[in-house]
């Protein structure tokens, strides 16, 4: 699909969105439709109003600067961190502290039940905390030993 | 369990580490007025940085960054509180732009708005040299809730994550305890019982020394002897057998109260448990482990730590018996012991995971039938027949195969506990022999060992097997513990406050409410007069039927309260703020039973006058008079048999019948087609007379009785007022109406942001 829109930041921090119709949408914000099937395709930029204003079919299409945008605005606001290890987990039995480390650092989290363990396809988990936020694991055979194998027992 | 750990926290409150860096901070004079500890960056990666709030400015130390940036206050300066998907924001802004941006993780939200609210009063006193004016309440300073002069929050205590105690078996006590005096007898019986399944082999002793080889040497046989042996055989067997009844009797009617009870207790406290607990489970998981797991402890108490208990028993008297005749040839025997049991507490870790796995796959196959089966319709108008079997042959697969791999371990394992028997026996026959040959010993005393230790290594493997049973029983209590051990997320107030009298006045203040990390809620703040109707209207998703879920009490706020004249409903006991409440829901449920007690069911002692009253003001009498049975006719699962308005007009007499001062419809003439609906109208206006009503529908002309309108957007009330006011304002509600005008009801559908509604999650399952 063509971009048929510019966006650019504004002093407030705000996307703001200029159709080729001359249109402006101040404060919109970029949504990814498929979150964990397609992460990089299927982008909407949606108004304050929530509803949607435009579309981006894919990231890779877009100019240099837009996509810059997107992307640095989708990384302030989705946030779902991928566990690449499990560090430890204080106990078998839920609810269960794991310490575990992610694209985006170093953390630990509290685990109510297996059932917060979601499956995803094949070999992907979606593991929601406590606070309902959730952690990816995208390959669960491309974990370590160590994390399988204690991962191994909620599963 | 947790008793002690919130005893500690209430007696000292901990200061938390960031204060103190917090402190060094400050300027002579400078006072803290709130903090908040950050734990993302700007591009969302963990990392600490700490946010302070002081009388003079606004300070920060961002994450990953070592500098600390200030802002005194100034006029034109806002803090702006915002959170998505499970990260929150502030910002700080003035006229020109933002100043600055801090992100954390949803766990220090109400801190931040803590802090954000603060930073408000700050700003406003500095400027205007006013002293801050803070609300007068006794509520929580973490989340608001309040705390009846508590010392410790009640809704942030019950937030527990330490794991339960991992010998759950030995928690099964507390359902043991009621029948300790049977226990103990049975006990006492097995004792005895053991002790006269030792004297068979004793009495073989003397039968060979003194009968048989003495006649093999030719001596004649001495028959009062042999009498009187084999009559003390009999005798002993005898005992044994009317022992061995008495106790398993009274042991497996113990167990089988056991489990009932545990059944009844889990049932309990499910039924006690908050509707958020429903909707984060599936039906099929949990009837199986109410169903199932107890029955698997109570067989476990019953056959299998009886037979453990016997085991015990007969290899400690056995031991002791064999070391009295002959210690070293005891000593020989009893030599692969330690051994096995090495093996066994080898073996047994690996069981029990694997077990553990099995249970849970087994649950996923419950799951399967569970979810297929009530949607049978569904599956069949899309043909996907195929597609369901393929998902049951998966469950079903991968429960093989869990299983295939736990039986690996397992079924070596008996044959192996097998052979060493063997080769027990043999280290016995040829040390026996030996020390026969060097006549250290008789051979009375080895046929007696012989006849020892070919039950002692039986018990054993059977021993061997109380490691399967017991983890299996342990992860079957663990799994029941699991229900047990959830604290209802709508607790019961421990010191209820009583309402002499409720009119019906609701206030909602502030509310605010977040389910998983998604804010539904945001801010609502209505005050409904006793007796007045109030309509809820909005796109789908705006959050109406989580308002009125809150109301209900199925879910307690996240921030802000509801107060039912004027006390907050968290304080009130949970039955007595239901019994004032009445609810139509858009899809009726009846449960199995006949037209009259379904009516009945919010008062089970209702006369029949009540209810056939109740009946005619529902609307809903001439109907069920021309039902083959009238009011004893039995309706179905899903109360089958009647139409859609039919069983709405059950449900709303059902309401009538408890005469409730609130009253909430849910969507309650939508899933009808227009004749019905004025039919059930009809029903409604007999019901709404009088109390205060929440009304949600989707058909905007169905709340022209209204006498507000209360306009709900994406979690936040937009408008109120009455139908004329909204139209002369030409707002939301406005374009919702002309929307409808244009006869083009799923637009609206369509268009509102889709958040999941709650009741649909706990109800579908």
Known sequence: METDFDLARNAFGRLVLTTAAGDVHEGVVPVRAFPIAAPDEDIALVGQDGHEVAWIGRLDALPAGVRQVVEEELGRREFMPEIRRLRSVSSFATPSTWKVDTDRGETQFVLWGEEFIRRLGKSGLLIEDSHGIHFLVRDLNALDKTSRRLLDRFL | ?765
């Open chain 2, 1 to 765: 369990m947790n008793s002690d750990g919130s005893t500690g926290v209430k007696k000292e409150m901990p200061i938390e580490p960031w204060r103190r860096e917090a402190v060094s901070r400050l300027v002579d004079g400078e006072r803290l007025e709130a903090g908040l500890p950050l734990d993302l960056d700007i591009d969302l990666r963990y990392s600490e940085g700490l946010l302070l709030l002081t009388d003079r400015r606004l300070l920060a130390r961002s994450p990953g960054a070592e500098a600390w940036q200030e802002w005194p206050y100034r006029p034109g300066l806002r803090l702006v509180h915002g959170d998505h998907a499970g990260v929150g924001t502030l910002e700080l802004h003035d006229g020109s732009g933002r100043l600055a941006a801090w992100r954390f993780t949803i766990g220090a939200n109400p801190a931040a708005l803590r802090l954000a609210d603060e930073f408000e009063r700050q700003l406003e006193s500095r400027l205007s040299g006013q002293t801050v004016e803070r609300p007068e309440e006794d509520v929580c300073p973490k989340c608001g809730a309040p705390m009846d002069g508590e010392e410790e929050c009640p809704v942030c205590a019950r937030e527990i994550h330490a794991p339960p105690s991992t010998r759950t078996l030995l928690r099964l006590w507390r359902f043991a305890k009621p029948y300790r005096w049977q226990l103990f007898w049975g006990f006492v019986l097995t004792l005895i019982s053991t002790a006269a399944a030792m004297v068979p082999p004793y009495l073989s002793m003397p039968l060979m020394d003194d009968v048989l080889i003495p006649y093999q040497n030719g001596a004649p046989i001495n028959v009062e002897l042999v009498v009187m042996l084999l009559g003390g055989l009999f005798g002993a067997a005898l005992l044994a057998w009317g022992l061995s009844w008495a106790k398993t009797y009274i042991l497996s009617l113990v167990a089988e109260h056991i489990g009932s009870d545990l059944r009844t207790v889990t049932f309990e406290h499910l039924m006690g448990l908050s509707l958020e607990y429903y909707g984060g489970k599936r039906t099929g998981d949990l009837m199986a482990r109410i169903g199932s797991e107890s029955d698997r402890i109570c067989q476990f108490l019953s056959i299998h730590v009886l037979d453990f208990a016997n085991d015990v028993l007969m290899i400690t008297m056995t031991a002791v018996i064999l070391f009295s005749i002959s210690p070293w040839l005891a000593l020989v025997t009893l030599l692969p012991l330690p051994f096995i049991a090495w093996m066994i507490q080898l073996v047994r870790d690996r069981l029990r995971t694997g077990f553990e796995k099995a249970d849970r796959i087994w649950s996923e196959i419950s799951n399967v039938l569970a979810d297929t089966i009530p949607g049978i319709r569904v599956v069949k108008a899309f043909a996907q027949e195929k597609r369901e079997t393929q998902r049951f042959r998966v469950a079903n697969a991968t429960n093989l195969a869990v299983n295939d791999r736990v039986n690996r371990v397992w079924s070596l394992f008996s044959p192996t506990i097998t052979l060493l028997t063997e080769i027990g026996l043999l280290v016995v026959w040829a040390f026996g022999i030996w020390q026969v040959s060097r006549n250290q010993i008789t051979v009375g005393v080895l046929t007696a060992f012989l006849a020892y230790i070919s039950r002692f290594y039986t018990r054993l493997d059977s021993m061997s097997r109380i490691v399967s049973t017991t983890q299996r029983a342990a992860a079957g209590a663990k799994r029941l513990f699991d229900i047990l051990d959830h604290v209802s997320s709508v607790p019961e107030p421990a010191a209820p406050v009583r309402l002499a009298e409720v009119k019906g006045r609701i206030e909602l203040r502030d509310v605010a409410f977040r389910y998983g990390n998604r804010a539904i809620l945001r801010g609502v703040d209505l005050a409904i007069a006793p007796g007045e109707m109030i309509g809820l209207v909005g796109h789908s998703g705006s959050g109406k039927t989580t308002l009125v879920n809150l109301i209900c009490r199925f879910y307690d706020v996240t921030e802000g309260s509801i107060r039912l004249e004027g006390v907050d409903i968290r304080t009130l006991a949970v039955a007595d703020y239901r019994s004032n409440i009445g609810l139509v829901l858009q899809e009726p449920f009846l449960f199995f039973g006949t037209v009259a007690d379904n009516i009945a069911y919010g008062k089970p002692d209702a006369t029949r006058g009540e209810i056939v009253a109740a009946a005619r003001a529902a609307h809903a009498h001439d109907f069920i008079l021309r039902l083959p049975q009238g009011y004893d006719s039995l309706v179905g699962e899903r109360g089958q048999g009647l139409s859609g308005g039919e069983r709405q007009r059950i449900s709303i007499a059902r309401a009538l019948l408890i005469d409730p001062r609130i009253l909430i419809l849910d969507e309650a003439t939508s899933s009808v087609d227009t004749e019905t609906e004025k039919e059930i109208q009809k029903a409604l206006d007999n019901l709404v007379r009088g109390r205060t009503t929440i009304a949600i529908a989707h058909r905007l002309s169905t709340l022209r009785k209204a006498d507000r309108l209360v306009v709900m957007d994406r979690g936040r009330v937009v408008e109120v007022g009455n139908h004329d006011e909204l139209m002369a304002r030409e707002g939301a509600y406005f374009r919702l109406y002309q929307a409808q005008a244009r006869n083009v009801d799923t637009d609206i559908e369509e268009v509102g942001e889709e958040v999941p509604r709650l009741e649909h999650k706990a109800k579908g399952q």
